[in-house]
């Protein structure tokens, strides 16, 4: 089995690399963490980046998680292969562009572009955000799945992934004690469907609601409360139609939570599953 340390960036393909960094900087609240011809690296708390927009379809989107040891990178190649999944390693040229040392790289069922990374850069330059949005680091991301049982025998069975919870056919996914750092939203596509940034309070939750709304970006779900995990929220849309979300509160699923026999619940898929306040959500994957 694969073992999933933790989400390391995402990279994302932008139609205009100057408007996308005004946005992930003056209402996002990231930080400029580099600029390198066709790309702006962001980050969110003390790693080299999280984020990385570039020149590029909107559509084309990467995520990358980190290995324990780059041994561990061959072992998973090899595993990949063995369920038919097509694993190359990193060129020299790839992996200085992704500030790193040696990756490997697939596709997973569904199509997203998926990087596993070892000796990812760390930055002695601290995080301070382009504005302050209580940004606490970068957490979670939605995929999109055109299957959603296979995918998450994928990332359950191949890989170290365990179910929390799911809304509908929507597998919450945690790789540590966190309760998700993956969310599968069936879909007929492949990609990132959201990417969730955790922030200090509920109170940063609520001045984002407002300036987002005098700022006049689209609000897409909340303010409200996921009933999953607990966690205070608020998602809007970016660029290309990207959707971002702020979340605090987050629950925590611990080996000793396990001992003591926690299962995954199972929520139907309507509004009060995703938000316990009543808020309604205007994203398709949410939805019947």
Not at 47 to 61: A, M, W
Not at 74 to 87: H, K, M, R, T
Not at 271 to 277: E, I, L, V
Request: aromatic share 10%; proline share 4%; charged share 25%.
């Amino acid at each position: 089995m694969i073992n999933l340390r933790d989400i390391r960036y995402c990279r994302i393909g932008v139609s205009n690399l100057d408007d996308a960094t005004r946005f992930a900087v003056e209402l996002l609240g990231l930080d400029v963490s580099c600029r390198e011809p066709g790309a702006v690296y962001l980050k969110s708390d003390d790693r080299d980046h999280t984020l990385v927009y570039f020149d590029g379809k909107p559509d084309d989107h990467t995520v990358a998680f980190e290995a324990t040891s780059e041994v561990d990178l061959d072992a998973a190649a090899s595993e990949l292969q063995n369920v038919g999944i097509d694993a190359t390693h990193g060129t020299k040229d790839e992996c200085e562009a992704r500030h790193i040392d040696a990756m490997i790289k697939f596709r997973d069922p569904s199509g997203c572009k998926i990087e596993f990374v070892w000796k990812a850069h760390h930055s002695g330059i601290r995080y301070h955000g382009g504005r302050d949005a209580g940004i606490m680091g970068f957490s979670h991301v939605g995929l999109y799945t055109s299957n959603p049982k296979r995918d998450e025998n994928f990332w359950t069975g191949v890989c170290s992934a365990k179910v929390s919870d799911w809304i509908g056919e929507a597998a919450l996914l945690r790789i540590d004690n966190v309760h998700h750092k993956i969310a599968l939203f069936p879909s007929m596509r492949g990609g990132i469907q959201h990417i969730n940034h955790q922030v200090e309070s509920q109170d940063d939750i609520m001045r984002s609601w407002y300036l987002m709304k005098d700022k006049g970006v689209r609000i897409v779900f909340g303010p409200g409360r996921h009933p999953t995990s607990g966690a205070s929220f608020l998602f809007f849309e970016g660029p290309d139609g990207m959707i971002y979300e702020y979340s605090c509160g987050v629950r925590t699923i611990t080996k000793a939570d396990e001992e003591a026999g926690y299962r995954p619940r199972q929520f139907p898929l309507e509004p009060t599953s995703f938000c316990m306040w009543g808020s309604r959500p205007d994203i398709a994957e949410f939805k019947k």
